[in-house]
Every structure is written in C-alpha cells, then in structure tokens.
C-alpha cells in the first residue's frame, strides 16, 4: 500500500489538472478500504462478463474519478484529471493503470448506494478507475509508435 502521503500528492494531482472554464468539475474518490475496493472489483468484473476475476489486478489503492454531468465538458475534465495523476504517479516511482467500466458501476443502483454513503450527492457519471500500487518487477519498455500520427505545417 503507497503511503497516505503519497496518495494524497496523486489525488492533488488530479484536483489541479486543467477543466473546462476551470469549473473543476471532476471529483475524486480515494479507496483504501479494502471491503470497498473489493466491492468495486466485484462490480467491475460482473459488467466486463468475468466475474471472479479482479480487474483492479490486486492494486490495494483504487481512486474513482466521477465528472459532474451539470457541465459540458465533465468528460473531458475528468479524464484529464486521470491523466494528471497517472504522470504523479509515476513521478512518485508508483504503478497505475486506468481501468474502464466506471460510468456502469456509478449508474447502477449499487453504485448511486455506494455514493450515498459516502455523502456524495448529484449528478455523476464515472469516468474511470485509477489502480495505484508498487510494480511487480521493472516497468516494461514502451510500444513502438504507429506512424502517421503526428503532422507538422511550418
């Protein structure tokens, strides 16, 4: 388990990343309670189709990033908001990984439920999971890049 402190930076993160208008719209949920990071894992898998399995791949942190669905742009800012702390996360020397399937879980009745207990009310659309941990083993070699996706006009 990465430290309070450290996830606390990524959270942070998140929190400055860029957002439309700056309405700061996304919100950020840190999951460190095990019950409830398994509950996630559970639901998670049950929309993929492979119940049993855990798709947060054994990662003890889980931050759940929902867009509040008010502002147009609740997509975009919660996705940047991901994208913010995966570089912390990886500045920190953490792994982390998005996980899909967000918008499902907090649609769903359990979902609004797990909301509800925590205080959090309005309207919000999940826009995904960032699992947060320490790397089993070295960090793999990046893929090349596919041609003909970058364009300069001078």
Known sequence: ???????????????YAASGMNRQSALILEITDRALRDRLSAMNAKIMGREGTDPFYGAPAVFVVLGNRDFPTYLYDGSLAIGNMMLEAHALGLGSCWIHRAKEEFDSADGKDILASLGIVGNYEGIGHLIVGYADGDYPDAPER????????Q
């Open 1 to 15: 388990m990465p430290s309070a402190e450290l996830l606390s930076k990524i959270a942070e993160a998140g929190l």
């Open 146 to 153: 596919r041609d003909g996706r970058y364009f300069v006009k």
